[in-house]
C-alpha cells in the first residue's frame, strides 16, 4: 500500500495543474448536480416491520392518517382573569381557526370548542390543524399561513404557540462554530510556524466538507435524510479533514528537512504518513456503514453521508494535498529553514521525549490513577437511558417549547406525547372489540383518559387514544405501552380473535429507542472484532490490539459518562447552554462508538507505528518508546487539540443532537488523545516489554504485509520505484498502476 500510495503523492505533486483542475471539474459537477437534483429534508423517523408503523400503515389505509399525514397544535392561552369562553376570545380565537382552514394545503382544523380541548380552567386550549402530506411536504406558504393565521388571536391579547413537526425547521448554524475553525487555525500556526502550512489543512477541510455537502444536496433528491445530517458531516468532515491534512503536512515537511526534493518529498509523505490517513479513514468509514446492520432507516442515511464526507477528506488528503504542496513549495516550513536543507538541532529536549520518559519511568503509578481517573469519569453512564428528543428539551425560548409547557401544566404532560390503539377484528366486530380494550386500558395505571373510539366502514379496523400521566420521553409511559400491549392475549380471548397494537408519533420514538439499544452491545462487539483484526494486520501483535482495544472502551466510558452527567443529569449544563436534562438521544451513543473508534485508531497507529518501526530496528523496548512518542507526540498533541476544537465549536448549535454530539467527541478525543494514547499507552508498552510484539510464528506466516509504517520505501526502495518509473513511464507513473 504504501508503494501505490507513494506513487500517487509524486504522481499529484508532479502533475498539480491536471490535479487541480480534475477537483475544481468535480466540485463543479456536483455542484451543478446538487442544484438540479436536491430536495427536501425529512426529519420524520421510521422503523418499517415493527407492530407501531404496520399499525401507522392501516391508519392510513382505513382512516386516510398515518405516517404521510403531517399535523400541527396551535395553543392558546390567555392570562389574568380572562377565559378562553369569554365573548371577545372566543370570537378572537374562532377567526384564527377560520384562518387556519383557509390556510394552503390544510385538510382539516378542530375546533378547540367543538372538540372540547379547553383546559378546566378555561384559561388553555388548543386547536389541531391536519395536512394530507407528511412533514417535509409541507411547504413554506404553508406553514407561513399557519403562523399568519394567529394574528386575529393575538390582537385579542390571546397568546398563541405552536407545537408538531410543520412548526419546526431546519436550525441555523451557530456562529459559535466558526470559533473551533479559528482555534484550529491558531494550532495550526503554532504548531508550522507558517501562515500558508497553516492554511492549507484549512482549505483542504473546506474544500472536502463542500463536496461532502453537495453530495448529501444530491442525495436529498433520492433518499429521505434529517435535517441535521449536514452539521453532523460538517462537523466530521471538517475535523477528520484538517487533521488527515496536518499528519501528511507535518511529515512532507520532515522529509524537506532531511534533503529530499519536494517531489520525493510529497511521495515518501504520502506513502507513509498517508497509509495511516488510509487506515483511520477506512475504519471510519466502515464503522459508520456498519450502522446499517441496526436496520433503520434514518441512521443508514445519516451513517452513509458521514462516511461519504470521511471519504472525500481521506481522497484529497492523498491527492489534491500533494499538488497543492507542488504550488506551496518550500513556503509550508518556517522562514528559518527555507533556505538551508538541515534541521537544526534543538536547543532543549522535544516536549514528547520529556513526556515519555516520565511515563515511562513511573509507568505503574501513571497507569493506575490514569485508568482511576477515566473511570471516575465513566461511573455516570451507569445510568444511562436513551429517547429521541421532543419539544420539552428544546431551546425554552423556542414556540414548540413554550407550547409544550402550556399544554402539560393545564392537561397533564401525556397530553405531548399520546397513544393511537388500532384494534382489527372480523367483519362488523371491531366496534365490541374496541371497547372491550378501551376498558382493559383504561382500567391501567398512569392512564389519564381513553377517547372514544373511531370505527372504519367495513367494521373491522378501530382506533382511539390513550392520553397518559407521564410525558413522551418518561420511563412510566416506556412501561405504559409494554402494559397496553400485554392485553394482547386477553382482548384475543375475549373477543375471538381481535388483535391489538400500540402506535402514534411517541410508541414509534420508544420502539425507535429500544431497537437502538438492543443494538448498542452487537455493535460494539462488531466494531471491537474488527478493530482486533485490523491493528494485528498493521501491528503484527497480538498484545498491541488488545491494549489498544482496551483503551478504545476506556475512551467510550468516559465519553459515554461525561454525556450522561451534562445532558441528561443537568450537572455542569451551563457549559452547554440553554439545554435542559432530559434521556440521551438514542442514536448519540452508537455514533459515538462509530466515529470514535475511527479517531482513536487514527492516534493509535500514528503513535505506535513509529514505536513499532524504532522496535524492529533494533531498539530497546522503552527506547522505541520514547523516540516514537518524541516524533508523534507534538503532532497527535495537535491533531487533539483540533479536533477538540472544531468538535467544541458545534456545543452551542441550537440543535440538541448536534451540541451533544459535539461535546460527547470533544470530550471522547481529549481523553483518547491526551490521556489513554499518550499515557495509558506508553505505560501498557512498557509494562509489557518485548512480549507487546510477540506473534505467533504460524500467524506471521499468514498475515498479508500492509506495510503501513512504509518500510518499503527506504532509499533504496524509492530508488528502485524512480528507475522503474523512468524506465516504464507510462505503466507506472498513473497513480492506480
Same mark, same amino acid.
Given at each position: 500500500?504504501?508503494?501505490l ?59 386516510? !392518517?398515518?405516517?404521510?399525514?403531517? !399535523? ?29 382552514r ?10 378547540p ?39 386575529p ?13 410543520v !412548526? ?14 479559528v ?20 482549505l ?8 461532502g ?6 442525495a ?18 471538517l ?7 496536518l ?37 471510519v ?6 450502522l ?28 489534491l ?12 516550513l ?9 534541521r ?15 511515563v ?48 402539560a ?15 382489527e ?146 450537572q ?87 451540541t451533544?454530539?459535539g ?75
Amino acid at each position: 500500500m504504501a508503494t501505490l500510495l507513494y506513487r500517487l503523492g509524486r504522481f499529484s505533486f508532479r502533475r498539480r495543474r491536471l490535479t487541480l483542475i480534475l477537483w475544481v471539474l468535480l466540485l463543479a459537477l456536483i455542484g451543478l448536480g446538487s442544484a438540479r437534483l436536491s430536495g427536501p429534508t425529512n426529519d420524520a423517523l421510521s422503523i418499517p416491520g415493527t407492530e407501531s408503523w404496520r399499525a401507522m400503515d392501516v391508519l392510513a389505509e382505513e382512516f386516510g !392518517t398515518g405516517t404521510d399525514t403531517a !399535523t400541527a397544535r396551535v395553543v392558546f392561552t390567555v392570562s389574568g382573569d380572562a377565559v378562553l369562553t369569554g365573548a371577545d376570545q372566543r370570537a378572537a380565537v374562532t377567526a384564527t381557526v377560520a384562518e387556519l382552514r383557509a390556510a394552503p394545503q390544510v385538510t382539516s382544523v378542530a375546533d378547540p370548542y367543538q372538540a372540547q380541548t379547553i383546559a378546566p380552567d378555561g384559561r388553555t386550549g388548543y386547536a389541531t390543524v391536519t395536512y394530507p402530506v407528511g412533514p417535509a411536504e409541507v411547504d413554506l406558504a404553508s406553514r407561513e399561513a399557519l403562523l399568519a393565521a394567529a394574528e386575529p388571536a393575538r390582537a385579542a391579547g390571546v397568546g398563541v404557540e405552536y407545537a408538531g413537526e410543520v !412548526t419546526e425547521t431546519a436550525e441555523a448554524s451557530s456562529a459559535a462554530e466558526a470559533v473551533g475553525i479559528v482555534v484550529a487555525g491558531i494550532v495550526l500556526l503554532i504548531t508550522f510556524g507558517s501562515l500558508v502550512a497553516a492554511g492549507l489543512p484549512l482549505l483542504t477541510a473546506f474544500i472536502g466538507v463542500g463536496v461532502g455537502l453537495l453530495g448529501i444536496g444530491i442525495a436529498t433528491g433520492f433518499v429521505d435524510l434529517a435535517s441535521n445530517t449536514s452539521g453532523l458531516a460538517t462537523m466530521l468532515g471538517l475535523a477528520v479533514g484538517i487533521d488527515y491534512a496536518l499528519f501528511i503536512l507535518s511529515r512532507y515537511r520532515h522529509e524537506l528537512t532531511t534533503g529530499q526534493d519536494g517531489e520525493q518529498a510529497a511521495g515518501r509523505a504520502v506513502g507513509t504518513a498517508g497509509s495511516a490517513v488510509v487506515f483511520a479513514g477506512l475504519t471510519v468509514i466502515i464503522a459508520l456503514v456498519a450502522l446499517t446492520v441496526v436496520g433503520l432507516p434514518f441512521l443508514t442515511a445519516m451513517g452513509l453521508a458521514a462516511a461519504g464526507t470521511v471519504a472525500v477528506a481521506v481522497m484529497i488528503s492523498l491527492s489534491l494535498l500533494p499538488a497543492l504542496l507542488g504550488f506551496a513549495g518550500r513556503r509550508v516550513l518556517p522562514r528559518s529553514l527555507r533556505k538551508g536543507t538541515g534541521r537544526p538541532e534543538p536547543t532543549r529536549t522535544p516536549y514528547g521525549e520529556r513526556w515519555a520518559r516520565g511515563v515511562v519511568r513511573h509507568r505503574v503509578p501513571v497507569l493506575i490513577l490514569s485508568v482511576l481517573a477515566v473511570g471516575v469519569v465513566a461511573i455516570p453512564a451507569l445510568d444511562l437511558r436513551l429517547a429521541l428528543p421532543d419539544a420539552g428539551t428544546a431551546s425554552p425560548d423556542t414556540t414548540q417549547r413554550k407550547a409544550y409547557d402550556q399544554l402539560a401544566a393545564a392537561f397533564g404532560a401525556g397530553v405531548n406525547g399520546p397513544l393511537l390503539i388500532v384494534v382489527e377484528a372480523g367483519p362488523g366486530g371491531a366496534e365490541a372489540a374496541v371497547e372491550r380494550a378501551r376498558r382493559l386500558i383504561a382500567g391501567l395505571d398512569d392512564v389519564v383518559a381513553a377517547t372514544p373510539a373511531t370505527v372504519n366502514a367495513a367494521g373491522d379496523v378501530a382506533t382511539f387514544t390513550v392520553v397518559p400521566a407521564a410525558g413522551p420521553t418518561g420511563e412510566q409511559t416506556k412501561t405504559l405501552v409494554r402494559q397496553i400491549r400485554d392485553q394482547q392475549a386477553d382482548l384475543t380471548a375475549a373477543t375471538d380473535g381481535a388483535t391489538l397494537a400500540v402506535t402514534g408519533r411517541t410508541a414509534i420514538d420508544i420502539d425507535i429507542s429500544q431497537k437502538i439499544s438492543d443494538a448498542l452491545l452487537p455493535y460494539l462487539a462488531v466494531v471491537v472484532g474488527l478493530a482486533l483484526l485490523l491493528l494485528i494486520l498493521v501491528f503484527r501483535s497480538i498484545l498491541v490490539p488488545i491494549k489498544a482495544i482496551g483503551g478504545f472502551l476506556l475512551s467510550v466510558a468516559a465519553s459515554f459518562g461525561a454525556l450522561v452527567l451534562v445532558f441528561q443529569q443537568g450537572q455542569l449544563a451551563d457549559l452547554v447552554g440553554p439545554q435542559v436534562p432530559g434521556p440521551v438521544v438514542s442514536f448519540i451513543p452508537i455514533f459515538l462508538i462509530g466515529i470514535l473508534f475511527g479517531l482513536a485508531m487514527d492516534y493509535e497507529v500514528f503513535l505506535v507505528t513509529r514505536v513499532r518501526e524504532e522496535f524492529a530496528r533494533g531498539a530497546a523496548p522503552n527506547d522505541a518508546i520514547v523516540v516514537g512518542f518524541t516524533h508523534g507526540a507534538r503532532v497527535v498533541t495537535a491533531a487533539a487539540l483540533i479536533m477538540i476544537s472544531v468538535f467544541a465549536g458545534f456545543i452551542l448549535s441550537p440543535d440538541r443532537i448536534i451540541t451533544s454530539l459535539g461535546f460527547t467527541l470533544a470530550i471522547g478525543v481529549a481523553v483518547d488523545a491526551l490521556l489513554v494514547r499518550m499515557t495509558i499507552v506508553p505505560a501498557a508498552l512498557s509494562l509489557l516489554g518485548r512480549s507487546a510484539w510477540w506473534l505467533p510464528t504460524w500467524l506471521d506466516r499468514i498475515l498479508p504485509s500492509l506495510d503501513v509504517e512504509g518500510d518499503r520505501l527506504t532509499d533504496s526502495g524509492a530508488n528502485t520505484i524512480r528507475h522503474a518509473e523512468s524506465a516504464h513511464p507510462a505503466e507506472v507513473r498513473m497513480p492506480l498502476g
